[in-house]
């Protein structure tokens, strides 16, 4: 029975270790996404105790860090590059993936900090920058996606003042999705 359950319990951190890392990463990408993530926990505490944020939206802030941080380092990574863009998925395929990731809208719901005009814009201007990034075709692909997330990471700075609780999350938000999921990375071009 105990090896049946330390079977279960490794069968169990594989499969989740390939869906938060890649599958077939390796070590130093598993060390970098992971290094990034726990990054990402002590940066939103420490911000979150410094802006004297509640209990909640410390938690809160926590997960989102982690994944983030986290995430922008792992879309970066030749596996997980590989994952998504030697796969040939659709560009439609590709737009799920954006339209998931709902962190703004899910802060601007769940704490005062995040007010939802920027929720919204942020949100909106991502999936926008996604489908404009996709459907340009060769070398101005990239080009696109820095000159895009550059204007979406300044009108959402400047639309309405933001505590510090959650000021950098559009930023790196942006970044993780446009930058380093949607372009294709070394070893897959």
């Known amino acids: 029975m105990k090896l049946f359950i330390m079977q279960r319990c490794r069968t169990t951190i594989k499969t989740v270790d390939a869906v938060m890392i890649a599958p077939g990463a390796t070590r130093t990408e598993r060390i970098l996404g992971y290094g990034a993530g726990v990054f990402g926990i002590i940066f939103a505490t420490v911000v979150c105790v410094l802006g004297e944020a509640s209990s909640f939206a410390t938690i809160v802030m926590a997960v989102v860090g982690f994944d ?12 997980c590059s590989r994952r998504f863009h030697e796969s040939r ?3 439609w395929s590709a737009f799920g993936f954006f339209a998931g990731h709902v962190h703004m809208l899910v802060l601007a719901a769940a704490l005062p900090e995040m007010p939802w005009v920027t929720a919204i814009t942020s949100y909106v201007g991502i999936l926008l920058a996604a489908v404009a990034t996709t459907f340009t075709t060769g070398v101005y692909r990239c080009p696109t996606a820095f000159m895009l997330t550059s204007f979406l990471i300044a009108i959402c ?3 309405q003042p933001l505590s510090m609780t959650v000021a950098w999350v559009n930023p790196v938000l942006v970044v993780k999705l446009l930058l380093s ?3 294709p990375h070394s070893g897959d071009r």
């Open 68 to 79: 983030l941080f986290g995430g922008v380092v792992v879309n970066a990574t030749p596996s």
């Open 89 to 91: 998925r659709s560009r």
């Open 157 to 159: 700075t400047i639309l």
């Open 181 to 183: 999921h949607l372009l």
